[in-house]
């Protein structure tokens, strides 16, 4: 079973930068979508960053102009960095992969969740 591993999570002061990334366990046939979503305690999970195997990205409005996404096809891995962290950027973020089999088979894929946390 394809694996996703999330690493970079932790701790910042307002103001301040982390740097996520996500690697698969192994490589896809086609990966159409990286990204990257969250849930803070109480609410939904909500996308906040994707990007397209063609290279167009897209941003949820709450971080657009903060945060950066961006893939490594030939790694299998998509990375999301973080500045001008806000308290409301806490939570449990999950990276994604949406793909595709030479059979046509869409698979949506999800990395375990790694937590951010911002306070001062």
């Known amino acids: 079973q394809v694996q996703l591993m999330e690493s970079g999570g932790g701790a910042a002061q307002p103001g301040g930068s982390l740097r996520l990334s996500c690697t698969a366990s192994e490589s896809f046939f086609r990966i159409l979508t990286m990204g990257w979503s969250r849930q803070a305690p109480g609410k939904q999970r909500e996308m906040v960053a994707q990007v397209s195997d063609s290279g167009r990205e897209s941003y949820d409005e709450s971080v657009k102009g903060r945060f950066t996404i961006s893939r490594d096809n030939a790694k299998n891995t998509v990375s999301l960095q973080m500045d001008n962290l806000k308290p409301e950027d806490t939570a449990v973020y999950y990276c994604?992969?949406?793909?595709?089999?030479?059979?046509?088979?869409?698979?949506?894929?999800w990395g375990q969740g790694t937590q951010v946390t911002v306070s001062s």
């Open positions: 994604k992969f949406k793909t595709m089999s030479r059979e046509n088979e869409i698979q949506n894929h």
